[in-house]
């Protein structure tokens, strides 16, 4: 056995003996211990601090001397005196071991250090961004041995960084000269790695370069774009902004913007350059609101549905609008960002957009999954990301299943008659008292209930103006609860319900929400049209689960998630009235929030997640709700409410329903079909 | 031994066994014999048609039976109905073996096909260009097994044509979905590797497509832009043609340009734009001319030296005009001619750079060498490429030398008092009766002599207008010859010379070549201004030559080639009269012609070739004469007609010079140093 000193590393435990002298971040390097430099050593970037610890270590066998490092020198001095170095920490590039030593790397210390993604998860983002700075010393040009600036660049690159086969744009070598020479040969590079691994140099700037890089996460939905800009170093969101999609204007859901593209020539182009000038404004709002230059923006992640995929992209989509629902590309994509148009970020910003899994299962359900893991998943976990288009997955580490199913933007707000979008003024929360059939509610902007003192003068400012999405899902859910809506969906009479708030409305009935006409307001109810689009909505979303159950083979799911970032804001137990969702322990209900946009937090800040969720999605089955017979049976069978057939043995736990029947025989009120688009 | 029919392919004699019924196009493929196939086999493009031979072959020990090959069938018959199938001709991908076959492949049946480079030129080009055209039948979507059509379009290229890894732009997924289905599910992608092999596709068309691809050959000197449109199957140039460099506003040679970047903020953007603008109108002339659709130009090959090679790739050239003269990038570049805003070609047309050998030796220097191939020689060969600057390469298979001399303009007819460009009416060449000094001379335009009958009427039209750059050698050569130049290079008076056609001009003379004042025309004469000019222009030439010769630790050369379009012009005695070129058997010394285009050419046609010179250029050793103090001092010696200490033993067996000097102690007539600049 070796008498070189034994050095221990942690909290990795890695372990090795190594020559006296030997600096602490070179034995790290040798035994793969997660230890940062961007200066690759020499002292400048300050990134590979580590905390020796001295002492009797009986767990590790070791006796640590003081001296078992050599003693703090003029660079971690200089570093000391003018940035500030904490007590007991040392510069690993510059402390060479001397002795037996254990070595503690602090987490801000680790490349791959660990993100806490949420206070509520447990789950973390492992940081490995696919751009990083790295500090190089170029050799200077001589002229006996003439070889160009860049390939002495790349020279350096792989002699100090052991990276090879650097390519850049031109654009790179319009720089490359004035930086190298301004720095003395020496150099900060912005490195992208692509998910081949092929490295490529974005921008340089001259000397040790104290800059940030920085990227953004875009969740790309067809109402809203959301957009996270995320530090690439810790990953830590500095800022979220959204906005409406301005394709808004072309069409509410996805098939009539494709039809829109299909009816007007060059329409499609029309609603490309809308969306990428809105990401765009987004880019420069969102750089703003956090204090950081654009420039510094190097990546960007798309996680979108196909057709705003396509659209995105500029690829016509009209073949996604009509079977067999083929996708131009289905595969991940790192593309430059000039190429869509994004000019708000540094000119070589790469993108990436997540893998599409099916015609109409898009990278926003690839980057749920991402987020969720079903496919890490012991027990059967059903995952519904709510929106325009629900995106459904079912499934455990054996085998996921995934689909989409046209629910309409019903569960949003819109095609409601007093429906609006959640803004503050909106009825979020629904109670209707069983025995009074009286309604309390709350509304956004407000923590009152209506019926609570001060609820007036809270909400005076806002008014209240109308009901959203999740505002409905509890006021019909409520409504069936308190016997006001029947198994069929159809609203009683005041005189079946014995409330005066149920009023006729020609041939069929509505409920009094909150009437504020005599101020001047407005009344605001429940109409028998909007509980059909409820109907039409749950069932589609319903209908969509039960398929895969079916696939499955399975009759009831261990859990359920609700994502999308209205799903945040939906009660389990109302959806589960509706029969929304399958029928599944309540305490079994969560919510994941804004799932998609968290997937594409996760490929932004680690590249091999790319890599993973691509392999991931060409495992995950893909089932085609669209031409399935079965599919428009469950629809049929999930218009009831709950459901027509299928028991709720967990909510009938801790809920019983009133059985009540409004239906007289009055035409029109059998299941409607309902046709996608 | 197998009973299989034994297939033996000639001209490369390549055989095998085969089963009765295999393809005579699957026999090839398997054995690797050169067969060409757009379709892929299926009877679409005619591309594989072989000359089955039949009878006694005791050479090769087999007798081929007149049934040895499956009858001719329908969809040979519909061929040579359409198109005509010569006579003993087949399809290959039809005719299958039935018994032992000798087939011949024709030359336009082979995809590497050998294409005759010029009729005084044995060598030849391969043709194996980068972009190739490759039919396949894609597989329709499945709803079940969604994939995108990039996705399968992929997945047809690696199973018909075992091309892996094909990449490409959004550009090209915006025309994919349209295009394939338009042809129904069978497409011809364009596709270019890089010199990687990397396979990306530039385009799609529908069906199988009929049209032809075509590159852009491209010698982009600091005077003139020279282009060769080829066409990629065949390697045939359809057209020429060629412009001034627009940069020619900006400074006449390339240190002046390089000096108006220094001086003028945005001066090498300005640069950039011109020459790109013409490069543009270039290419759409050039297709015009050749009735081609510029958007079938799917790749552009580009020589030049590294000044003009910065600045088509919008690189400011400053780091070129000082020591080191570092280049920003001296490998061989394959980027998108878009970036170089070259839009005349197709718009995902391919550009490729070869590699600059140093900051004074470029590509054109890289091309001339590929074309002339000193490091397969087996003696050792001195190349000149003549132009504002001169490269020079010299070795042979063991060891190539490169340098570039700053040779200046006056060899192209500049910085002469009578110069102009080689265009009718320039006097081209020119003899001196060595007894009665009178001249007599050809120009541009006109086949006779001066003193021929009939001369004066044949250049009525275009006049006697001045002296083009291999006429200038020529005068000044003969001037020496007939003694009315001393080895000094000082030219006598008329008392001195024994003609009255050397007349005073100031304290020195000059020659009257041509006098038409008398009639309203020139005075074309020869001034001591002009021998000095064509002195340092040559002593640097020469001066290079013989540093290259010192470096390699010879004293003479065995072969020179005369390269540049002027090259083609020169005569070796004269240039050797005047000591432009080290002393050599004259029958030694050949023109190249063209050299650097036509290794545009061959780097155009064959992308093997490009690995190759790039190959080489690594193992060239580069001498930089700038900062070189013998360089100086070979500079001065080459001062005199043709040297003051070099002997020319193969001169002097063909031409005895006038020991003759003029020297009456005059001022100012010392070797001058030449700057570079």
Redesign the interface.
């Known amino acids: 056995m070796s008498n070189d000193p034994l050095v221990i590393f942690m909290p990795s435990g890695k372990r090795g003996r190594f020559p006296v002298g030997t600096p602490v971040l070179t034995a790290a390097r040798q035994l793969g211990v997660d230890l940062d430099s961007v200066c690759g050593g020499r002292g400048i970037c300050s990134k590979c601090q580590v905390e020796p610890s001295f002492g009797e270590f009986p767990k590790h066998g070791v006796t640590v001397s003081p001296d078992a490092l050599s003693p703090r020198n003029e660079v971690e001095d200089r570093y000391d005196r003018i940035r500030g170095l904490k007590q007991g920490r040392r510069l690993g590039c510059q402390a060479r071991i001397q002795g037996d030593i254990v070595i503690d790397v602090p987490p801000e210390s680790q490349v791959h250090r660990q993100v806490i993604r949420k206070a509520a998860d447990s789950r973390t983002i492992v940081m490995d961004p696919a751009t990083r700075p790295y500090y190089v010393e170029v050799a200077?040009?001589?002229?006996?041995?003439?070889?160009?600036?860049?390939?002495r660049l790349a020279a350096a690159l792989k002699e100090q960084w052991d990276i090879s086969g650097v390519t850049a744009?031109?654009a790179l070598?319009?720089r490359?000269?004035?930086a190298l020479r301004k720095g003395e040969w020496k150099a900060t590079v912005i490195l992208h790695r692509d998910h081949h691994g092929t490295p490529r140099i974005l921008d340089i700037h001259p000397g040790f370069w104290e800059g940030r890089l920085y990227g953004l996460a875009i969740d790309l939905g067809s109402t809203t774009i959301a957009a996270h800009l995320c530090d690439l170093r810790n990953g830590k969101v500095l800022a979220s902004s959204g906005l409406m999609n301005p394709q808004i204007r072309f069409g509410e859901d996805l098939m009539s913007r494709v039809s829109y593209a299909m009816m007007n020539p060059g329409g499609d182009a029309e609603m490309t350059r809308a969306v990428r000038t809105a990401i765009n404004g987004l880019a420069e709002s969102i750089a703003t609101e956090a204090g950081v230059d654009p420039r510094n923006i190097v990546e960007t992640v798309f996680v979108c549905n196909p057709v705003m995929h396509h659209l995105l992209?500029?690829?016509?989509p009209?073949?996604l609008g009509q079977?067999?629902?083929?996708?131009?590309?289905?595969?991940s994509?790192t593309?430059p960002a000039r190429?869509?148009d994004l000019h708000a970020v540094h000119p070589q910003a790469q993108v990436y957009i997540l893998p599409?899994?099916?015609?109409h299962?898009g990278a926003d359900c690839a980057a749920v999954a991402l987020a969720e893991e079903p496919y890490k998943s012991d027990d059967i976990v059903l995952i519904v990301d709510v929106g325009t288009n629900a995106e459904i997955l079912l499934g455990n580490r054996e085998r996921v299943l995934a689909c989409s199913s046209p629910t309409g933007p019903a569960f949003e707000g819109a095609q409601i008659s007093s429906g609006q979008r959640a803004a503050p003024g909106a009825i979020e929360r629904v109670e209707i008292d069983p025995v009074t059939k009286e309604p309390r509610f709350k509304v956004i902007g407000c923590d009152l209930w209506s019926d609570d003192p001060g609820f007036a003068a809270a909400t005076a400012q806002t008014g209240i103006t109308g009901i959203c999405g999740s505002g409905i899902i509890e006021v019909v859910a409520e409504m069936r609860m308190a016997g006001i809506v029947d198994a069929g969906g159809l609203i009683g009479s005041a005189e079946q319900t014995g409330t005066a708030r149920c009023i006729p409305q020609g041939r069929t009935h509505a409920y009094v929400l909150h009437d504020a006409t005599a101020e001047g307001g407005p009344l605001i109810m429940v109409t028998q049209g909007d509980i059909r689009a409820i109907q039409l909505a749950k069932s589609a979303l319903y209908a969509g689960a039960r398929l895969l159950m079916d696939e499955l083979g399975i009759d009831r799911v261990d859990r359920i998630v609700l994502a999308g970032a209205f799903g945040a804001h939906i009660s389990p137990k109302h959806a589960m009235v509706l029969g929304m969702i399958p029928d599944c322990p309540l305490d079994r209900v969560s919510s994941a929030g804004n799932a998609a946009g968290t997937g594409a937090r996760i490929a932004l800040c680690d590249i091999s997640a790319r890599a993973r969720i691509e392999e991931e999605v060409r495992r995950i089955l893909?089932v085609?709700t669209?031409?399935e017979p079965r599919f428009q049976e469950h629809f049929v069978a999930a218009n009831a409410i709950p459901h027509a057939t299928d028991p709720f043995p967990e909510l009938t736990k801790v809920v019983t329903l009133p059985r009540v029947s409004f239906n007289t025989g009055g035409a029109g009120e059998g299941g409607r079909r309902r046709r996608r688009g």
């Open positions: 200077q040009p001589d002229m006996h041995e003439p070889s160009g600036d860049f390939q744009d031109t070598l319009h490359l000269q004035p992209l500029g690829i016509d009209v073949e079977a067999p629902f083929a996708l131009a590309t289905s595969e994509l593309i190429d869509l599409c899994i099916a015609g299962v893909k085609e669209a031409i």
